[in-house]
C-alpha cells in the first residue's frame, strides 16, 4: 500500500508541477492544433483526405507532447538534486519510473483529441474502429514517453535532451508511415522503418482509421509491447549505471 501512495504522490507532484502549468496546457492545445490546420485545411486536399491524415497528425501529438516535456523535467530534475532525493525513497526504482513517467502518458492521451474532435466535424469518423484506436494511442503515448525518458537518463543537460530528442523524432515522422506509405519509400531505406516503435503503432491507427494495414494487429500490438519493456529497461539500465552509486 505504501508503495501506491508513493506512485500517487509522486504522479500528482508532477501534474501539478509539470504538466497543469499554462503554458504546457496551452502548448498541448496549440500544438496539435497547429499541425492539424496545417494538415486538414491546406490547399489542394479537400475534406476526404482527412481521415488518410488522421492517424499521422495523432501521432505526432502525442510523439511531440510526451518526449518534449519529459525528457525536460526528467533532466531538469537531476541537475537540480531534486532527483536524487527520489532516488533515496524507500520504494522500488521501477516504481519510481513508472510513477515519474505517468504524467507524460496521461499528456500524450489527451494530446491527439485535440484533431480527433476538429477531424469529426470535418469528415465522417463512424467507421473508425475506436476498439482498436483507443488503445493504440495509449501504447504510442507509454512508447513515447519511454522515449523520452530514455534520452533524459543518457544526457546531463537540458538542450542535450532536446537535440537527442529531435534526432529521433524527425526521422520517424518520414520513415514511420505517418504521411507517406511506408511501401513507397525507396527500398534501401524502408528497413529502418521496421526499427523504428511508431511504424506499428501509425499501422494499427491506418487500419482502425482506413482499413489500411499492412500487418496484423497482433503483430503490431506485440512489437509496440515489445519496445515499450525494451525501452523501459534500458532507461533503468542507464538509471543504475550512470545516477546510482
Known amino acids: 500500500m505504501r508503495r501506491w501512495i508513493a506512485f500517487w504522490n509522486i504522479f500528482m507532484k508532477d501534474v501539478r508541477t509539470y504538466y497543469l502549468k499554462p503554458p504546457n496546457i496551452s502548448w498541448g492545445i496549440i500544438f496539435p492544433l497547429a499541425w492539424t490546420g496545417m494538415f486538414f485545411i491546406r490547399a ?10 488522421l492517424p499521422g497528425v495523432m501521432t505526432i501529438a502525442i510523439l511531440f507532447g510526451t518526449t518534449s516535456v519529459l525528457a525536460v523535467t526528467v533532466t531538469f530534475e537531476k541537475r537540480q538534486r531534486s532527483f536524487d532525493r527520489l532516488l533515496l525513497a524507500p520504494i522500488c526504482l521501477e516504481v519510481l519510473m513508472l510513477a515519474k513517467t505517468g504524467g507524460a502518458v496521461l499528456f500524450g492521451i489527451v494530446n491527439p483529441l485535440v484533431p480527433i474532435l476538429i477531424a469529426s466535424f470535418l469528415a465522417d469518423l463512424s467507421g473508425v474502429a475506436w476498439s482498436l484506436v483507443v488503445p493504440a494511442m495509449l501504447l504510442i503515448a507509454i512508447v ?22 529531435n534526432f529521433f523524432r524527425f526521422p520517424m515522422i518520414f520513415l514511420c508511415g505517418l504521411f507517406l506509405p511506408i511501401m513507397d519509400l525507396p527500398a534501401y531505406i524502408r528497413p529502418l522503418s521496421y526499427v523504428l516503435p511508431l511504424t506499428y503503432g501509425v499501422d494499427i491507427l491506418h487500419g482502425a482509421v482506413r482499413g489500411a494495414n499492412i500487418m496484423p494487429f497482433a503483430m503490431d500490438f506485440a512489437i509496440l509491447g515489445a519496445f515499450c519493456l525494451g525501452l523501459f529497461s534500458l532507461s533503468l539500465r542507464n538509471i543504475n549505471r550512470k545516477w546510482i552509486v
Do not use: K, M
Open 144 to 165: 513515447s514517453t519511454f522515449l523520452g525518458l530514455f534520452i533524459a537518463v543518457s544526457v546531463s543537460q537540458v538542450f542535450e535532451a532536446q537535440t537527442f530528442s
Open 44 to 53: 489542394g486536399r479537400g475534406l476526404e483526405s482527412v481521415p488518410d491524415l
